[in-house]
């Protein structure tokens, strides 16, 4: 079975610096996709990107990007010029495919400091 | 993205007694999920649900404590049944929007007592 491991329960970084959450998953299978989700306290998980297995290049969205080593099965997100809102508990996900069910780590709490 | 809606968005209710919580889509959907996540943990899988058909539930859940319903393309009902303080969680409906990307209901926050 898939697992997905964040092995950062909380980090925190001042406001405008960068910061990068870990992500390891474990797979057999080479067709497969991963997403970093983000929900802010007490508020409705939001996707924040997305990253085919299959495509070399790192997606980026905005101030978001992931390093996406298959071979090291790592799925990190990089997350540039932080900002207040970004305060959140951040979820590394997996989806096999043909599947439809997303695995997911245990979260990261990201606090942005003033 | 999609647009989701679930009520209640919170409720406390008492041992033993069962609530029923909707999700609403925006569009029609062929699969709809329902996810639980305990105090301070991640999200679990708790079913999918396809309409027309029974939900399909993974392991460690099952109907008679979790009976799901789907009787259109836009809505899914999950009871959550004989309810203990154990079942203290959020629960969340998802749906998949694109190609493989899912997006979740804003939850329904339960606390039993």
């Known amino acids: 079975a898939q697992t997905v491991t964040q092995s950062q329960p909380e980090m925190s970084v001042q406001e405008a610096e960068t910061v990068t959450l870990s992500c390891t998953y474990d797979?057999?299978?080479?067709?497969?996709?991963l997403f970093w989700y983000k929900q802010p306290p007490s508020r409705q998980m939001i996707l924040v990107i997305r990253?085919?297995?299959?495509?070399?290049q790192n997606a980026t969205e905005n101030r978001f990007s992931v390093n996406f080593q298959k071979a090291a099965k790592s799925f990190s997100l990089k997350i540039s010029d932080s900002q207040l809102g970004d305060t959140a508990m951040y979820f590394c996900?997996?989806?096999?495919?043909?599947?439809?069910?997303?695995?997911f780590g245990k979260g990261t709490k990201l606090t942005v400091n003033p | 993205s999609a647009v989701i809606s679930q009520k209640p968005s919170r409720d406390i209710c008492q041992r033993g007694t069962s609530l029923t919580i909707q999700c609403q889509v925006d569009?029609?959907?062929?699969?709809m999920f329902w996810y639980r996540q305990q105090p301070g943990q991640s999200l679990t899988l708790i079913a999918t649900a396809n309409q027309g058909s029974e939900a399909t539930y993974e392991s460690g859940f099952v109907i008679d404590k979790f009976p799901i319903s789907r009787p259109n393309l836009t809505f899914s009902t999950l009871t959550v049944s004989n309810m203990s303080p154990e079942d203290s969680s959020i629960y969340l409906c998802?749906?998949?929007?694109?190609?493989?990307?899912?997006?979740f209901g804003p939850g329904t926050r339960l606390t039993v007592t």
């Open positions: 797979t057999s299978e080479n067709n497969y996709y």
């Open positions: 990253q085919e297995a299959y495509k070399q």
């Open positions: 569009s029609q959907v062929t699969m």
């Open positions: 998802s749906v998949i929007r694109g190609t493989y990307e899912q997006y």
């Open positions: 996900a997996f989806k096999q495919g043909g599947s439809e069910k997303l695995v």
